[in-house]
Structures are given as structure tokens and as C-alpha cells.
């Protein structure tokens, strides 16, 4: 048994979904992890297969979960107010639940006197224009300190232009606050568009879910629609990142956050980019068309996307234009506390969705439940 943790206590919020499960598994597997995890879970038949994973016992780390929901305000402020660390990654836009976990941390800090550490999981969603497909831009944000244009380069962005009306910016500025306050010390991580099936024990056992949501939710558009389609001409420009690199920022950012002497920014200085490379709509979509005639997952051979009409808008989408946003970011300040994404290029999004089409498509099938656009990123 590994004695070698941080030696800290975590709160951990999310452990079932897709992101949190994989960020629950990088920080257990970390150098360092924490001696024990608290997961606040939902669903209480999930909390034996909390306690049942091999790596936690492997590596000295004691899970315990607390049955429960962000809903039960009082039940998660005090959870927070008893751990060192809170890692939040079940809803971005939650802002109650954010506020009873920081009334708990700043609990902590008047029995300590020591500020705990926020680790929150936002997205680059915040970085949206409103494009619906028409046009890209170059209007590209930088986690780190902005460098003027050059030639060759347009002028790098600061967080700090963000609207406060802008996706997840409410939550990001709340807890931004409390850093500046001295109440706790946060830690912003925001992901892309994410891919990858998610793999390993939390996966395998069915604590976490294994599907992304915007690839998966497009797949199942073009099987519901019969064909792939986009949101307008699907000019707008993501970017993207596998799930295993961006566990490993989760790690990395506890790692470095809970050591003995932290250099990590935090609080305005603490916003942390899970950003590889970039796609475009068009390009996707097409993969996509691609992998469902390829797969004879739909009645057509016709591979090229469609523009969603406004009905298949408010199907698929609660009939926002989401899809069709830019959102354009470069991951300085991740990288350079040693943050090395391994893939990084737009075809190796377009592999996965080779694969993830007939996964989608056996998962769901062509009958699977609409719902309104609630992405995380």
C-alpha cells in the first residue's frame, strides 16, 4: 500500500459523470493523491462501487461516499467545510451549490485559519460568440497574461474581457471573488470539447458515465435526423481535447496546488485551459456523415451535413445555436506548469469519431431521448 499522499482530505463532487470520473481517477492515480476522497453521490446503489475501486485501495486513499445532491445545500457546505480540497465537476453553471461549498470553505478557514482549495471545472463555453455557424474569427483567449499582435498574429485575449453575462461566468466570477477575499484559493480548470470513450475502473464497474455530450449528442442528431447535420454552414471554430489529457490536468493541477511550497496561480491568476487543438463544425459533421454511411447506420449514402432547420433546433437543442459559436482558446498557463497534451491535432478527433459512431449508435440506438443543450464546456 502506498504511504506516499498528499496527506490531504478531498470533497469531491461529480464522481459519476464523464468528467468526474476521470478526473477522480487522475488524482487518485496521481504521485501524491489525497489520503481520503469524500464523492457526493446520488444514486446510493453507486456507493458500494465507490468503495470497491482497486486503484484507491492500491494507492492508500480512502473513498467514502456521501449519498446526496448539490440540491442539499446544507449537506454539501458542511462537506466542504470538512476537507482540505474541493474538486468540482458536476455542474458548471450551479451557482447555489458553488456558494453553500464556499460559505463551507470559508467555515474552514475561521476553525484553521488556513485557506482550502477549490478545484472547479468550468468550460470554454464561456468563451462563445454568436456566429450560428455563418463565419470563424480570430478572436483567440489566452489563460495566461495576453501578448500584443504581431504580424503574423492577432492580439491574445484576457479572461478578464469576458462578459459577466457570458456561459458559466456567474459561477467562475463567484469563486473568483472568494479567492480575492482570502477565503479560499481557486483553481479554474475550463475543457474544450471533449472525446474519448472513457476508460478504466470507474467505467468498467458503471460508477461513471463514458460519453461525452457534444460528439455524442451530434451522432445522435444524424441518426435521428438520417443524416449528419450542423448548425448553419458549420464554419465555427472549437477546440478539442482528449479525456486522458485532460485527466492528466487534473492531476497536474492538484499536484501542484497541495504541494509544500505551491508556484501554481490561482484566483485571477488561476484559470487553466484543457484546450489541444482546434476543430471545425463543418469538418466534424462530415466526419460524422462519413462514419454513419460507412457504419449503414443511416438510409443514405449522402456523407455531407445539413443545416439543422429550426424544429430539429429545438429537438436537438432546445433550439439555442450553441453548436454553431466560436470558442477559441490557447492553454499557455496549463502548459507551462508542464501540462503536454498528446493529441493535439484535428484527425485525431476525426479517428474517435470513426469509432464513436457505431458506439453511440449501440449505446442509443435511433430511438434515444432528446433534451435541451446543457453542455458543460
Same mark, same amino acid.
Not at 490557447?330 to 491535432?345: C, E, H, M, N, T
Given at each position: ?95 447555489? &451549490? ?24 468550468? &468550460? ?71 472525446w474519448g470513450a472513457g476508460k478504466g475502473e470507474v467505467y468498467d464497474k458503471g460508477l461513471s458515465n463514458s460519453f461525452s455530450d457534444q460528439i455524442p449528442t451530434l451522432i445522435k442528431a444524424g441518426l435521428d435526423r438520417g443524416r449528419a447535420g450542423m448548425v448553419g ?72 451535413p445539413t443545416t439543422f432547420n429550426e424544429e430539429e433546433l429545438k429537438k436537438y437543442y432546445g433550439g439555442s445555436t450553441y453548436m454553431g459559436t466560436n470558442s477559441r482558446g490557447v492553454a499557455d498557463r496549463s502548459k507551462s506548469i508542464g501540462w503536454k497534451p498528446k ?35
Amino acid at each position: 500500500m502506498s504511504t506516499q499522499t498528499s496527506g490531504k482530505t478531498v470533497f469531491f463532487t461529480g464522481a459519476t459523470g464523464y468528467i468526474g470520473g476521470t478526473a477522480l481517477s487522475y488524482i487518485i492515480g496521481s504521485p501524491a493523491p489525497p489520503k481520503k476522497i469524500t464523492a457526493l453521490i446520488r444514486d446510493p446503489k453507486k456507493a458500494d462501487l465507490l468503495t470497491s475501486l482497486s486503484l484507491a485501495m492500491e494507492k492508500g486513499v480512502e473513498l467514502v461516499p456521501l449519498v446526496g445532491s448539490l440540491e442539499e445545500l446544507e449537506k454539501v457546505r458542511d462537506a466542504a467545510a470538512e476537507h482540505d480540497v474541493v474538486v468540482s465537476t458536476a455542474n458548471a453553471d450551479d451557482l447555489p &451549490g458553488i456558494k453553500a461549498i464556499i460559505e463551507g470553505m470559508k467555515l474552514r478557514k475561521e476553525k484553521t485559519g488556513h485557506r482550502s482549495l477549490l478545484i472547479h471545472t468550468s &468550460g470554454t463555453g464561456v468563451l462563445v460568440d454568436k456566429a450560428k455557424g455563418d463565419y470563424p474569427n480570430d478572436i483567440i483567449y489566452t489563460d495566461l497574461n495576453p501578448t500584443p499582435a504581431t504580424r503574423d498574429a492577432p492580439a491574445l485575449r484576457s479572461m478578464t474581457e469576458l462578459s459577466p453575462s457570458a456561459p458559466h461566468r456567474e459561477v467562475d466570477l463567484a469563486i473568483i471573488e472568494a479567492d480575492k477575499a482570502g477565503l479560499i484559493k481557486s483553481y479554474i480548470i475550463l475543457p474544450s470539447t471533449i472525446w474519448g470513450a472513457g476508460k478504466g475502473e470507474v467505467y468498467d464497474k458503471g460508477l461513471s458515465n463514458s460519453f461525452s455530450d457534444q460528439i455524442p449528442t451530434l451522432i445522435k442528431a444524424g441518426l435521428d435526423r438520417g443524416r449528419a447535420g450542423m448548425v448553419g454552414e458549420g464554419k465555427n471554430i472549437w477546440p478539442h481535447v482528449k479525456i486522458t489529457d485532460l485527466g492528466n490536468l487534473y492531476s497536474l493541477v492538484y499536484q501542484k496546488a497541495t504541494q509544500q511550497n505551491p508556484t501554481i496561480g490561482h484566483g485571477p491568476s488561476g484559470y487553466y485551459f484543457g484546450i489541444a487543438g482546434e476543430y471545425t463544425l463543418f469538418g466534424a459533421t462530415s466526419r460524422i456523415g462519413q462514419a454513419l454511411v460507412k457504419n449503414k447506420l443511416v438510409d443514405t449514402k449522402e456523407t455531407t451535413p445539413t443545416t439543422f432547420n429550426e424544429e430539429e433546433l429545438k429537438k436537438y437543442y432546445g433550439g439555442s445555436t450553441y453548436m454553431g459559436t466560436n470558442s477559441r482558446g490557447v492553454a499557455d498557463r496549463s502548459k507551462s506548469i508542464g501540462w503536454k497534451p498528446k493529441y493535439d491535432q484535428e484527425d485525431d478527433l476525426f479517428q474517435h469519431i470513426d469509432s464513436e459512431a457505431p458506439r453511440v449508435a449501440k449505446e442509443f440506438g435511433k430511438e434515444w431521448k432528446v433534451k435541451k443543450f446543457t453542455s458543460a464546456y
